[in-house]
């Protein structure tokens, strides 16, 4: 299977991206509630990025890797409507431009609409995949963060990251080089947020 074979192959720079300082803090409660802050208005902006590249990428790939896209995309609209929900109960600024790491990640994300559709799919697994382990790695968190955490570890999730190993495994390939690209940008991520802290 491509996408086991590249969780194994890919163990260090997995971990890097999960057991991070931002997560480690989350879950013993030292994360500041401003680097929290900062992290969740420019994860709002991410989303939006990543829900129109997947919607670019809902129109190239087969059935039924469809239906798992298209899942993913109402999903990442409810998510959408959650942060600014939340937007409003913390006070915060979702006007606030991206970051250097938010504008970077964005391209790659634009980058990969020239990758084949295998290799784009995996992409989009390892995004998914990396960002349920490391919210698993922050599980259950501190007090105040716990809700979230709960949030993001959810079953439904965990679900649909296996809807898309299952699509990008039936795509076939091995496709190291996105997911190199991934998780370095997953860590340059949460390096942003924690340098706030
Ligand atoms: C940085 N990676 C980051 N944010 C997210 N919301 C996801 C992945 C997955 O949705």
């Known amino acids: 299977m491509p996408t086991s074979d590249l969780l194994r192959d890919h163990s260090t720079a997995w971990e890097r991206a999960t057991r991070h300082p931002f997560l480690l803090g989350v879950r013993d409660g030292t994360l500041p509630a401003g680097a929290f802050d900062t992290w969740l208005v420019q994860d709002h902006h991410y989303v939006g990025d990543l829900l129109r590249f997947q919607a670019r990428l809902l129109a190239r790939v087969p059935?039924?890797?469809?239906?798992?896209?298209?899942?993913?995309?109402?999903?990442?609209?409810?998510?959408?409507?959650?942060?600014?929900?939340?937007?409003?109960?913390?006070?915060?600024?979702?006007?606030?431009?991206?970051?250097?790491?938010?504008?970077?990640?964005?391209?790659?994300?634009?980058?990969?609409?020239?990758?084949?559709?295998?290799?784009?799919?995996t992409a989009l697994w390892a995004i998914e995949r990396v960002y349920l382990d490391a919210w698993t790695v922050a599980a259950p968190g501190a007090q105040e963060y716990a809700s979230y955490v709960a949030h993001w570890t959810a079953p439904g999730f965990a679900g649909y990251v296996d809807g898309l190993a299952a699509a990008a495994d039936a795509l076939g390939g091995r496709h190291d080089d996105v997911v190199r690209e991934v998780l370095d940008a997953e860590v340059a991520f949460w390096d942003t947020a924690w340098d706030a802290a």
């Open 63 to 121: 059935r039924p890797a469809q239906a798992v896209l298209a899942g993913g995309a109402v999903a990442l609209v409810e998510e959408l409507a959650w942060f600014e929900e939340l937007a409003g109960r913390r006070g915060l600024d979702l006007e606030a431009p991206r970051l250097p790491a938010t504008a970077a990640y964005a391209a790659l994300l634009e980058r990969l609409d020239a990758a084949a559709v295998p290799a784009a799919v």
